[in-house]
């Protein structure tokens, strides 16, 4: 009688899991299925009619150079950079492999702010040249940094590591035994290079490639600040400028639909093709380089370092220290509100997108197709920008915040005002959209060095989901959902298009303030800032650098 009596309530268990991810996950994807909704709403006609007169054809054609300039960029800097370190040796190549991650502790709109600062006509570069050679204006011609090229230069220097890291790990476990093939051949390593391991890498080229052009388009802060008109800033200027926001979500939701042709135009290039290494997990024997070669490889290393992470520090520094007037100082007063802003908007999106990882991580190893179609759902967020999320967002929410106002009016007398958008709820839930994906990608790599025979043994023991979960997978999974919170947090403590759109009144974070105050043309004030958010990007750059030199230990143990 007692197992009539249990078996119903294990199944309900054993359903209501499943159900509630996937739940989660539609809630999580909300926001792009309301963008997606307002594509063939009838919005105004006469913003369209000055959209499309104006500034539309504009936005198509510096996103689709943006894209072409920074996909050329990451790919040569990225490659490049991977082929040196994975498969050459060479003096300084160990430090070389973590220095080259330092430029994503750098956003890029901190990037531009500095180098504009550096390189304009009134810049120490500049006037450094004009004293040193005696020149006047127009007596020479110097690059403009707020420009199109500029932009793409900039993103390309910050961006190339999702290239780095996927085709250095390419080259390190696919290309050994075809590399040495092709050594033995006769292929010199630069044919080899080419033949061989280029075509093996290329998935890992193309993913890295898509990863940045995403964060291209998501970027508003540099394309801002320079000037380029694209779809981001035509999403916010027809948000506030025009106050469509109908308008907003139709652009918003172009911007998503260039985003996937981006994805699919890989996918067809690649056809059928296959690359697969059927030499084996065979590591290559490093070629080693002394001479000119090696200092070759010390420069190309050192060159995308300096100018996307140690110039710009140095540069940040410099501002910060001659920043020691009145204003610094009002401004060093206020920077622990703004501090605190930014913490707290981080800690509760990082735990939050930590437990909704882990339950969905959890329940995808379930049988239930649900489960693994919610964690493809959720996967959606981090392939659209900030600015998409943001009015995706604030459409269904706005809505339910007047419902709310409504029926607590009839219920009290009162009038609430906006409960949600009216605080921090929205923008957080806004953070979840975007970034529960990283949190997913971290926690299921964890989940996946868990045997299912730890979880049979557990629930053969009479343990249910949820004890198993709190007494098996929790002490297995803290480092990775530590990792995972850690992501998370560094990304929205960087994150401003959505943050720009969505914060509550006078509630400013670091990166606002950077952007606010670079926009005004004060870079001394904003570089206090933008070096906490530096400061705080480094930590999943210590992290993943403790990975490759544990990978470096292993490899030399085998």
Known sequence: ?????????????????????????????LPVLAVGANLFAGGTGETW????????PEYVANSVWLCLGVGIGVAAMGTGAAWLVALNDFPGRRIAEWALLLPMAMPAYVLAYTYTDFLQFVGPLQTGLRESFGWQKGDYWFPEVRSLGGAI?????????????????????????MIEAARALGLNPWQGFWRVSIPLARPAIAAGMALALMETLADYGTVAYFAVQTFTTGIYRAWFSLGDRIAAAQLAAALLGFVALLILLERVSRGHARYHDSSGRRRATRQVLVGRYALLAQIGCA??????????????????????????AGFAGRFLVLARNSLTLAALAAGLAALAALLLGFAAR???????????????????????IAVGVLIPVTRLDHWLAGLWQQMTGANPGLILTGGIAALV????????AIALQAVEAGLARITPSMEAAARSLGSSQSETLRRVHLPLLRGSLLTAALLVFVDVMKELPATLVMRPFNFDTLATQTYTLAADERLAEASTAALAIVAVGLLPIILLARQIAAGR???SSC
């Open 49 to 56: 009619g000055h959209l499309m007169a104006t500034v539309l």
């Open 366 to 388: 379930d049988a239930h197709k649900l489960p693994k179609l919610a964690s493809r759902i959720v996967g959606l967020g981090y392939a659209v920008p900030g600015s998409v």
């Open 429 to 436: 839930y806004a953070y979840l959209a975007r970034f529960l």
């Open 553 to 555: 230990s292993e490899i």
């Open 303 to 328: 060159i995308p370092v300096v100018i996307g992470f140690v110039l710009p520090a140095l540069l940040l520094l410099r501002l910060a220290m001659g920043d020691a007037g009145e204003e610094g």
């Open 153 to 177: 230069v900039l993103f390309s220097c910050v961006l190339y590591p999702y290239v780095y890291l996927l085709v250095r790990t390419a080259f390190l476990e696919r290309a050994g035994g």
């Open 1 to 29: 009688m007692s197992l009539n009596y249990n078996l119903p309530v294990v199944s309900r268990s054993s359903l209501s899991l499943p159900i509630f991810s996937f739940a989660l996950a539609v809630l999580v994807a």
